[in-house]
């Protein structure tokens, strides 16, 4: 993608919204519920992770070569797998470089998409569970209102991308788009895709201070447009717009543009459309920038720390301003760590939960259910110790502090000896777990780190699931889903109601 990778951690998820997470139990597709307050994780860094993994920082390309030389194909799988196990429930396909406007052919847009494409489904088959979403995103530069295409050409463009995406996508998402008319050739293309099943589109603009996207036009006429779209839409042009995002814009600019939104918030919700944001930690981008001519990596702001993003900013979007889904910038520096925080964060609500669990509990007396909690206690630490170890979604946190505090209900100090022993053990085993938690999350970015000590083979080092190289690498023919699609990808095939986030 065409903003710099920086090693700074530029976002975490505020703590305010630990609770909504961990409050996510479900292993079902996610659902459009905004009575909740619920919040659902996009992907991090990539381009910044495969950076900081080894990846050459080439300015004219950037995050691409990952795509473009298979000796990168790997760590590129490892990278889209480690926001997995960070929490993240989204990831997007590494196809934002691989545009004309980069300077790959149209024949070569096509064939490194696949690539790409086929590499995310595969992190997501491997890992067990996810969303793939395929990049929608500038086709000559990222910022640049003034360097958008005629209408049919743009549209023509991101039909053919969206062709090659759309069997081992999940999602479709028009990202850092910077005018309504860089959207709307997206979202015709989309509408006019004509393939089966329909897959929703997220649409996501950058956007700068006074609520104006980049172009000057007001966000809110902006939203209003793609709302009346999905108003207007029929069987025969279909429009399954998901969600309304911003994202690589400053907090400050992306808040003014959430408070803008307030007037369109209840049709939003109405009409099952999500609203997110995920910013970067960037000084202002110039009105002219571009990628090729920029010989350093946009500066990074001082002032800025996860602490005050997560208080400042991220935190009252969702207390306040309606947002439901939040990402860690996927390429304004951000990375697996900073997500990893996240889970820790939601240790809050176990603890919580134990607290409520031991007061509620406090009239018990009784050494069986003393002896009973302890069981209770092992079960919880042994399901969070091997929900931390796999960073699966937030059902395990859930889980285990279910559990945890039904094992303080009836395991806590008694009026006996051995009740009051029993009771200590089980309260030692639960900070023993904390402690074990807190140790994996610490050492997670080491834990699912590219071993660059390893031999680089490109595809050929990881089973493909029955996909041959000369099929990954061959252009775009046999696009077919194959046996690289993961589940989430089946369930859509098979018409499972996976239309809306």
């Known amino acids: 993608m065409s903003s710099q990778p920086e090693k700074a951690a530029a976002a975490a998820t505020a703590a305010t919204a630990a609770s909504a997470l961990a409050a996510r139990a479900s292993s079902e597709p996610p659902a459009q519920k905004h009575e909740t307050k619920d919040v659902l994780l996009l992907d991090g860094g990539t381009g910044e992770e495969l950076m900081r993994r ?103 463009m991101y039909r053919k991308i969206a062709t090659v995406l759309h069997p081992h996508v999940d999602y479709f998402l028009a990202e850092t788009l ?56 029929s069987p025969d042009r279909p429009f399954l717009l998901a969600g309304i995002l911003f994202n690589c814009s400053e907090p400050e600019a992306i808040t003014e543009s959430l408070q ?42 001082d002032d800025l720390t996860p602490e005050l993003y997560c208080n400042r900013f991220v935190g009252p979007w969702i207390a306040d301003m309606g947002v439901s889904l939040v990402g860690e910038n996927a390429y304004c520096g951000n990375s697996v760590k900073v997500l990893s925080r996240v889970w820790i964060l939601t240790q809050l609500a176990t603890i919580a939960l134990v607290i409520a669990g031991f007061a509620l509990g406090s009239d018990r007396s009784d050494v069986g259910y003393a002896f009973i909690g302890v069981w209770v206690a092992l079960l919880a630490i042994f399901l969070g110790v091997v929900g931390t170890l796999v960073m699966r979604k937030y059902r395990t946190v859930a889980t285990h502090g279910a559990l945890t505090g039904m094992s303080f209900m009836m395991a806590q100090q008694g009026s006996t000896p051995a009740e009051s022993a029993v009771g200590a053990f ?53 696009t077919e889903t194959g046996a690289i699609n993961g589940n989430a990808h089946k369930a859509h095939e098979e018409g499972t109601d996976l239309k809306m986030v």
Not at 179 to 208: K, N
Not at 266 to 295: C, F, H, Q
């Open 178 to 233: 910077s005018s309504s008319e860089e959207m709307s050739q997206a979202v015709d293309a989309i509408m006019t895709l004509g393939l089966e099943p329909i897959r929703p589109l997220f649409c996501s603009w950058t956007v700068s201070r006074g609520g104006i996207l980049r172009s000057g036009e007001p966000v809110e006429d902006a939203v209003k447009s793609l709302l009346d779209r999905k108003s207007a839409a």
């Open 54 to 156: 080894g990846l050459p920082d080439d300015r004219r390309t950037w995050s691409a070569l990952a795509v473009t030389d298979s000796k990168y194909h790997e760590l590129l799988v490892d990278v889209h797998t480690s926001f997995l196990r960070a929490g993240s429930r989204f990831i997007t396909v590494n196809n934002y470089g691989v545009t004309p406007g980069v300077g790959f052919t149209e024949e070569e847009v096509l064939k490194h998409t696949l690539v790409a494409a086929k590499l995310a489904r595969k992190a997501v088959h491997d890992f067990g569970e996810g969303y793939v979403c395929g990049s929608l995103p500038p086709l000559v530069e990222s910022y640049r209102p003034d360097l958008v295409q005629a209408h049919e050409k743009g549209v023509a």
């Open 260 to 301: 803008a939104l307030s007037p369109l918030r209840s049709r939003m919700a109405a009409a099952d459309v999500k609203l997110g944001a995920y910013a970067n930690r960037l000084t202002p981008i110039a009105s002219d920038w571009s990628l090729e001519t920029s010989a350093e990596p946009q500066a990074l702001r």
């Open 426 to 478: 089980s309260v030692l085993l639960f900070f023993l777990y904390l402690l074990f938690t807190w140790l994996l999350v610490k050492f997670r970015a080491d834990i699912i780190a590219f071993d660059e000590d390893e031999e680089d083979e490109g595809l050929t080092a990881i089973e493909m699931n029955g996909m041959e190289e000369d099929e990954v690498n061959g252009g775009v023919e046999g």
